[in-house]
């Protein structure tokens, strides 16, 4: 009777806690796919239990009794799917379901986990886990990563989905131009299908389950997969009906991907970091899909924890910098973060985190859980778009005669010559155009084919109408690369362009020459400069005249104020201060923050007067005099999570929560001087604190040790 008195109060519990769970914000999250463990106990309000590993009931009964809301998280192109094909699930093994390169080679992601060609025999798969997702109780679901492999296209389960997809036999990528855009076009769909039809299965048992199932998928950047050589769906998804978002996948690890400018190829984390989010944003921004931002304190590749440290600041930077987006994932694999072991400078072997880091990554973790969503904009001169699309994945891999882009170049061309001058450059997804709100702020638009191509005649219609209407269009192009001439929309069924851009300035009614033109088509104008945009960027001083001429087309043209040029942005979100100062500009000169401040990227948090941001450096800081109500005692910030707020008379204590093992520190402000801070672990008495009193601010600083179970902290004052 006792056991059944304790097994039923068990239950009871993880009742309650899951119904608890459900009620939760879901503004913050991780993903993990192990058990719950005191030591990374990072209090988001989303876990995401990542893969159907045989303990998959009981990891998700352990997060849940944590008061988590448990979602789920699997790949879609890889996973630990060995019983798929090693022959338990069907009693037929699926080793020819894998992505091969050329010489013969399957692609692997690790042991016995191939890179997959999406058949319909794996689509039933993982329909399968769907299933016993929803039937566990969970009803969001993430299906991360469909990526496949430029280099991959050579086994017979592709050469099979290529004749049903375009009706005639296989060709080989690597023979011609056309085969190689013909082949990640392929790529391209048959992900786009597989989420296509697992969404709807999955919306549709859930609603034969009464339940009502969201779908989210967390991928990289169409920046770094065109840059990484991957082919996969980007924009075109956010347009299913099945698809309720996605986790943009930025991090250091994509963004410290080395890109030329002036001349010199080397990493650009920040700038990076701040295109692919742009990018992310603007596949979802017209749609109304729901976006999380993630980033990483590390990273996969083995580096030193200052490397992390350091490119972690510049992510988190960017990553905030977009004021709408106010969702986040705040780390994946927070296990690796918070026991794994990486190079430490000076030190001979590989040491755990260090305990400053991992306050300060605490620190910014949680604020994110109050970090709020704004109408403030990024300083800098708005409304100048980038042109993107996902064909910018088909012409990467393999190379041909007559056509090079090192390290995506014809793009960074266009983006990084007005970034670097402080100018927040946009991203629009041609695939986007249809819908009203895609342009409605984009005053000039830089485009180029020559690393890219339009996918339907649809996207030179939408923007005719834009430009006709008083829009700026920039095309820069010699559109002679090999791609131009691929079997596609604008040189067949009675079209016999030379180059897709010649239906464009049809449309838009001008006859372009060789020369760099400009043309007035409606209200607009368009130019026309026969470059490649690589060519700005890959030697140095190229990008002047393109300078001069956005100035012109902003200023003169779309008539849209002064183009502010400078070395830094800048933005104020409720009460934080973000920025970022940039080298490589068009001064050295710091940025002075006028305080008072705290400074969250130092876990000491001190209050400043002033903060001086230099060349290469980001800021993330609380601005005191922006707090809403200063007669309310309140923590601003620190590296636990509040709960259970109480003020009686003249004190005030709530619960603070993180990781145990790791150390707290935290800023209150408050009506007084405090005169006792006490804190209470579980179980144990109550121990007087020493308190730093900031007589400007209000503030009290308090520090002590973490425990994932809770601590109780009481101030009088």
Same mark, same amino acid.
């Given at each position: ?8 109060l ?65 790949g879609?192109? #890889?996973?630990?799917?060995?019983d ?17 390169q ?6 692997w992601?690790?042991?016995?986990v ?34 496949? #492999?430029?280099?991959g ?8 989905? #290529? ?61 770094n997969?065109?840059? #990484?050589?991957?082919?996969?769906p980007e ?17 250091t ?39 999380y ?8 590749a ?41 190079k ?5 072997? +590989? ?19 109050d ?20 064909? @910018? ?9 007559g $056509? ?27 695939? *986007? ?8 702020d ?102 002047g ?13 779309a ?15 409720? +009460? ?24 969250l ?18 800021? $993330? ?5 922006r707090?809403k ?6 923590? @601003? ?7 259970e ?25 408050? +009506? ?22 900031d ?10 040790? *973490? ?11």
């Amino acid at each position: 009777m006792l056991i059944f008195r304790k097994c039923l109060l068990l239950a009871i519990s993880c009742i309650t806690l899951g119904a608890q769970a459900q009620q939760l914000k879901e503004k913050t999250s991780f993903q993990i796919s192990e058990p719950w463990r005191a030591a990374y106990d990072v209090r988001s309000d989303i876990v995401m239990v990542y893969g159907m590993s045989g303990d998959f009931n009981e990891r998700v009964a352990g997060w849940r009794q944590q008061g988590y809301n448990v979602q789920f998280m699997t790949g879609v192109a #890889w996973g630990n799917y060995q019983d798929y094909f090693m022959g338990q699930f069907d009693g037929k093994t699926h080793w020819e379901d894998g992505q091969v390169q050329r010489n013969g080679d399957t692609i692997w992601h690790g042991h016995n986990v191939p890179y997959v060609v999406p058949s319909a025999n794996y689509l039933n798969y993982m329909k399968s886990i769907i299933k016993k997702v929803v039937d566990a109780g969970i009803t969001t679901i993430y299906l991360e990563e469909p990526e496949f #492999w430029a280099r991959g296209g050579y086994g017979n389960a592709f050469k099979k989905e #290529w004749q049903q997809y375009y009706g005639f036999p296989w060709m080989a990528q690597h023979e011609s131009p056309e085969a190689t855009y013909l082949s990640s076009k392929l790529k391209y769909h048959l992900y786009f299908n597989a989420l296509k039809e697992i969404f709807a299965y999955a919306k549709s048992y859930g609603a034969g389950q009464g339940k009502t199932v969201k779908c989210f998928v967390p991928t990289h950047s169409l920046i770094n997969y065109a840059s #990484w050589q991957i082919v996969s769906p980007e924009a075109s998804l956010a347009a299913l009906p099945g698809m309720d978002g996605y986790i943009a996948q930025v991090w250091t690890g994509t963004s410290r991907e080395p890109v030329y400018y002036n001349g010199v190829k080397k990493e650009r984390v920040f700038e990076n970091a701040f295109l692919e989010y742009g990018a992310m944003l603007s596949m979802t921004a017209p749609t109304g899909r729901q976006m999380y931002f993630l980033t990483d304190p590390i990273e996969d590749a083995r580096r030193t924890w200052d490397y992390y440290k350091q490119n972690y600041q510049a992510t988190f930077t960017a990553e905030i910098m977009y004021p709408t987006v106010d969702h986040f994932e705040v780390m994946p694999w927070p296990n690796r973060i918070y026991l794994g072991k990486f190079k430490v400078e000076g030190e001979s072997g +590989p040491q755990p985190i260090a305990p400053a880091y991992a306050t300060q990554m605490q620190v910014m973790v949680n604020s994110l859980n109050d970090l709020p969503a704004s109408t403030n904009h990024v300083s800098g001169s708005r409304g100048i778009g980038v042109l993107l699309g996902n064909s @910018l994945m088909f012409q990467r891999f393999p190379t041909h005669a007559g $056509y090079e882009d090192p390290q995506l170049s014809n793009f960074y061309g266009m983006a990084l010559p007005l970034l670097k001058k402080g100018i927040p450059v946009e991203t629009v997804h041609m695939e *986007n155009l249809a819908y009203p709100g895609t342009l409605k702020d984009i005053k000039v638009l830089v485009m180029s084919y020559a690393n890219m191509k339009p996918m339907s005649d649809s996207v030179h219609k939408y923007l005719a109408a834009w430009v006709k209407r008083g829009g700026v269009l920039v095309y820069y192009g010699r559109d002679k690369d090999p791609f131009q001439q691929v079997k596609e929309w604008w040189n067949t069924n009675g079209l016999h362009y030379a180059a897709p851009s010649e239906d464009l300035f049809k449309q838009l009614g001008i006859q372009a020459t060789t020369g760099t033109e400009s043309y007035t088509a409606g209200k607009g104008k368009v130019f026309i400069i026969r470059q490649d945009p690589k060519e700005l960027v890959l030697e140095p001083g190229q990008d002047g005249h393109f300078m001069q001429l956005i100035r012109q087309a902003y200023e003169q043209h779309a008539k849209a104020g002064p183009l502010a040029v400078k070395n830094y942005f800048y933005l104020e979100r409720g +009460p934080y201060d973000i920025a970022s100062v940039m080298d490589e500009s068009v001064s050295a000169e710091p940025l002075h923050i006028k305080g008072p401040v705290i400074d969250l990227f130092d876990p000491a948090l001190p209050v400043l007067a002033e903060k001086v941001v230099r060349p290469g450096e980001q800021a $993330y800081l609380y601005h005191v005099s922006r707090v809403k109500d200063t007669k309310r005692p309140q923590v @601003l910030c620190g590296a636990a999570r509040v709960y259970e707020e109480n003020m009686t008379g003249r004190s005030y204590s709530f619960i603070a929560r993180s990781p145990s093992n790791t150390q707290n520190v935290m800023r209150i402000l408050l +009506p007084a001087a405090p005169k006792q801070a006490t804190i209470a672990p579980p179980g144990g008495t109550a121990q007087t604190l020493p308190v730093e009193w900031d007589a400007a601010t209000h503030t009290c600083l308090l520090k002590f040790e *973490n425990k994932s179970e809770g601590v109780k902290v009481e101030v009088r004052y």
